[in-house]
């Protein structure tokens, strides 16, 4: 009898059944990479989300409670769908606008209409495709540009958070910051040395050979180890947070518990009109280039076996806008710079975001609106702390253009954009990009010659 025996076939793998797969996914997208990393990281964009929604409320009376409920459900949501520290940031042009305008002109009906429009159009964008198009057809150093302007003008805020008092109700600074004091300027540097002395430059630091080379180098490196596991952070929030009750200890008094009372926005034509015209004009180009392509790129070079498109960003920040608004949630969309802080002081996975969603959750529905007198008495200085260190990291990511072509688009790009707006620097970068590649067309670089060997004796 002939054999066949030419060796054994593996036994084959179970197909997994849908639930099953999406039930892994969501177990490894929420998984924490390290508790107190993790925990940690989750503080990191609170220094752009805390004043921009306190100026809101404040100036045109956003709810506080039903913005935390809706954003702390958005959190949680894209944290198990990408599985990476991805931020739910307020609009910060459609914010910009409302602040600077009376509340006939632009309130809370025209913020409202504002987030639909730009979420109806983000949404569209993303089902047909065009979305992913524009994205990979964006060369990388326009972005670059404005990742790199979005950056600096999160730490120029930062430093004037530090250095200035701010009133968030009409966004403007209100004269120099004292020296001393619960929230001086001593205490806000003492946070950014802190955060330095933790964090150091936010390089993954290795195990280094030298620790194994005598036993005073050993206990140098386990000092070091036991301090960048310090979540600097989360002690600076909470920091700040004790202050804001010293500060003001009436604030105890104010606090009434049970969440706001949800209700759908009324919204009439004028405020569709004054909404797009003022509010989703501006804020569209800025939603595009920082809240999806900059966010993809930059998620892209920090989490590389992540995969997810800009089609979905694009969809998932639209369907945000296009339910939350209705019942009067702050606008929101994805942001570089969020991500950048929550990276910076160590988020790894959706748990991170997750875990802050959660935790606004909670607020929202014990506390409400009655966390505005404590958002109000938090030291401005430690937030600029938080948000000098987010703007920093999210600029970082423009290092690696390397070729002098690239860098020239990419700081045109910036400078234009911080002279004007995102949109403008954009235009000019693409354009500039353009023009160069016209001109270097059909040049050949020359190639390495050979070593030309002397035959002569």
Same mark, same amino acid.
């Given at each position: 009898?002939?054999?066949? &025996?030419?060796?054994? *076939?593996?036994?084959?793998?179970?197909?997994?059944?849908?639930?099953?797969?999406?039930?892994?996914?969501?177990?490894?997208?929420?998984?924490?990479?390290?508790?107190?990393?993790?925990?940690?990281?989750?503080?990191?964009?609170?220094?752009?989300?805390?004043?921009?929604?306190?100026?809101?409320?404040?100036?045109?009376?956003?709810?506080?409670?039903?913005?935390?409920?809706?954003?702390?459900? /958005?959190?949680?949501?894209?944290?198990? $769908? /990408?599985?990476?520290?991805?931020?739910?940031?307020?609009?910060?042009?459609?914010?910009?606008?409302?602040?600077?305008?009376?509340?006939?002109?632009?309130?809370?009906?025209?913020?409202?209409?504002?987030?639909?429009?730009?979420?109806?159009?983000?949404?569209?964008?993303?089902? *047909? #495709?065009?979305?992913?198009?524009?994205?990979?057809?964006?060369?990388?150093?326009?972005?670059?540009?404005?990742?790199? !302007? &979005?950056?600096?003008?999160?730490?120029?805020?930062?430093?004037? /958070?530090?250095?200035?008092?701010?009133?968030? !109700?009409?966004?403007?600074?209100?004269?120099?910051?004292?020296?001393?004091?619960?929230?001086?300027? $001593? @205490?806000?540097?003492?946070?950014?040395?802190?955060?330095?002395?933790?964090?150091?430059? #936010?390089?993954?630091?290795?195990?280094?050979?030298?620790?194994?080379?005598?036993?005073?180098?050993?206990?140098?490196?386990?000092?070091?180890?036991?301090?960048?596991?310090?979540?600097?952070?989360?002690?600076?929030?909470?920091?700040?947070?004790?202050?804001?009750?010293?500060? %003001?200890?009436?604030?105890?008094?104010?606090?009434?518990?049970?969440?706001?009372?949800?209700?759908?926005?009324?919204?009439?034509?004028?405020?569709? +009109?004054?909404?797009?015209?003022?509010?989703?004009?501006?804020?569209?180009?800025?939603?595009?280039?920082?809240? $999806?392509?900059?966010?993809?790129?930059?998620? /892209?070079? @920090?989490?590389?076996?992540?995969?997810?498109?800009?089609?979905?960003?694009?969809?998932?920040?639209?369907?945000?806008?296009?339910?939350?608004?209705?019942?009067?949630?702050?606008?929101?969309?994805? #942001?570089?710079?969020?991500?950048?802080?929550?990276?910076?002081?160590?988020?790894?996975?959706?748990?991170?975001?997750?875990?802050?969603?959660?935790?606004?959750?909670?607020?929202?529905?014990?506390?409400?609106?009655?966390?505005? #007198?404590?958002?109000? +008495?938090?030291?401005?200085?430690?937030?600029?702390?938080?948000?000098?260190?987010?703007?920093?990291?999210?600029?970082?990511?423009?290092?690696?253009?390397?070729? %002098?072509?690239?860098?020239?688009?990419?700081?045109?790009?910036?400078?234009?954009?911080?002279?004007?707006?995102?949109?403008?620097?954009?235009?000019?970068?693409?354009?500039?990009?353009?023009?160069?590649?016209?001109?270097?067309?059909?040049?050949?670089?020359?190639?390495?010659?050979?070593?030309?060997?002397?035959?002569?004796?």
């Amino acid at each position: 009898m002939e054999s066949h &025996q030419s060796g054994t *076939s593996p036994p084959e793998t179970p197909k997994r059944s849908p639930f099953t797969e999406i039930f892994h996914k969501l177990k490894s997208n929420l998984m924490f990479r390290s508790k107190l990393s993790e925990i940690n990281g989750a503080m990191g964009d609170l220094g752009t989300y805390i004043p921009i929604v306190l100026a809101l409320t404040l100036a045109k009376n956003l709810d506080l409670g039903t913005t935390l409920i809706f954003t702390g459900i /958005y959190n949680a949501v894209t944290g198990a $769908v /990408y599985g990476v520290p991805m931020p739910v940031q307020p609009m910060k042009s459609i914010a910009a606008v409302a602040i600077s305008s009376t509340a006939e002109e632009f309130g809370i009906p025209e913020i409202m209409a504002a987030g639909i429009c730009t979420g109806g159009i983000l949404f569209v964008l993303g089902v *047909s #495709g065009l979305m992913q198009f524009v994205f990979n057809i964006i060369p990388l150093s326009v972005v670059r540009g404005i990742q790199l !302007s &979005q950056g600096l003008a999160f730490a120029m805020s930062a430093v004037k /958070y530090i250095r200035k008092e701010q009133n968030f !109700s009409k966004s403007k600074s209100v004269g120099d910051r004292p020296w001393l004091g619960l929230d001086g300027l $001593v @205490l806000a540097l003492v946070c950014v040395l802190f955060i330095v002395l933790v964090n150091g430059d #936010g390089e993954q630091e290795e195990e280094d050979e030298e620790e194994r080379n005598g036993s005073r180098r050993k206990r140098v490196s386990i000092i070091r180890k036991v301090i960048s596991n310090v979540p600097s952070a989360l002690l600076i929030f909470l920091l700040g947070v004790v202050l804001a009750f010293i500060r %003001k200890p009436s604030i105890v008094h104010d606090i009434k518990f049970g969440p706001s009372k949800i209700k759908l926005v009324r919204m009439d034509k004028k405020a569709w +009109k004054n909404g797009f015209l003022k509010g989703t004009i501006p804020q569209f180009p800025l939603s595009v280039l920082n809240s $999806v392509v900059a966010v993809c790129k930059f998620s /892209y070079d @920090l989490f590389p076996e992540k995969k997810f498109s800009a089609t979905s960003v694009s969809m998932t920040v639209g369907l945000m806008n296009m339910v939350g608004c209705w019942f009067g949630a702050m606008p929101t969309c994805h #942001g570089a710079g969020g991500l950048a802080g929550q990276y910076k002081f160590g988020g790894r996975s959706g748990g991170c975001v997750a875990l802050l969603g959660v935790a606004k959750l909670v607020l929202g529905l014990v506390l409400g609106s009655s966390l505005v #007198g404590i958002m109000d +008495k938090f030291p401005v200085g430690v937030l600029g702390a938080l948000l000098l260190f987010a703007g920093i990291e999210l600029a970082m990511a423009a290092r690696d253009m390397n070729t %002098k072509g690239d860098a020239f688009v990419m700081l045109v790009c910036t400078a234009v954009s911080l002279g004007s707006n995102a949109a403008i620097g954009f235009v000019v970068g693409i354009v500039l990009y353009v023009v160069l590649w016209m001109r270097n067309y059909g040049r050949v670089k020359p190639a390495n010659l050979p070593v030309q060997v002397d035959q002569h004796p």
